[in-house]
């Protein structure tokens, strides 16, 4: 009985967790920067303006700055991708901007894992704030 127990509670917080981890779906840079040459992602940098001033994801919509307008500068198909990104894999700032677009009606968010750093890593480029 101890077992069945300790089982059902393995199994409980086992599928919290993979609920919690999937709650937007990853996007690998590879495919961002398809998405980025046919024009088809609104980005979301959610480092804070100071991280955004020094280098972003060239075309990256500053969340910090446009959080309250932030309807303003999304498409106005609430279908179209929408990636939202902070430092590294740990970070969990981006979980902000993702939920701002979702309660704006937005269906298709996308997690970018590797954040700005990944990105540099990978030997992208970025681009200054204005």
């Known amino acids: 009985m ?24 990853d996007i690998t840079i590879k495919e961002l920067k398809t998405d980025m040459a046919a024009k088809k992602v ?3 940098d959610a480092n804070g303006t100071e991280s ?17 307008d932030l309807a303003k500068v999304l498409p106005k198909d609430k279908n ?29 968010i996308k997690h970018l894992s590797a954040g700005i750093a990944g990105w540099k890593d990978a030997g992208e480029p970025t681009e200054a704030g204005k």
Request: charged share 15%; glycine share 8%.
């Open 80 to 108: 179209a991708l929408v990636v939202a990104y902070c430092g590294n894999p740990k970070c969990k700032a981006y979980q902000s901007a993702a939920k701002a677009a979702e309660k704006l009606g937005y269906t298709n």
């Open 2 to 25: 101890k077992r069945l127990i300790a089982l059902a509670f393995s199994i409980a917080a086992l599928s919290a967790l993979s609920v919690y981890a999937g709650e937007y779906a």
């Open 52 to 68: 955004w001033q020094k280098g972003h994801i060239p075309g990256a919509i500053n969340f910090e700055t446009s959080g309250k």
């Open 42 to 44: 609104t980005l979301l």
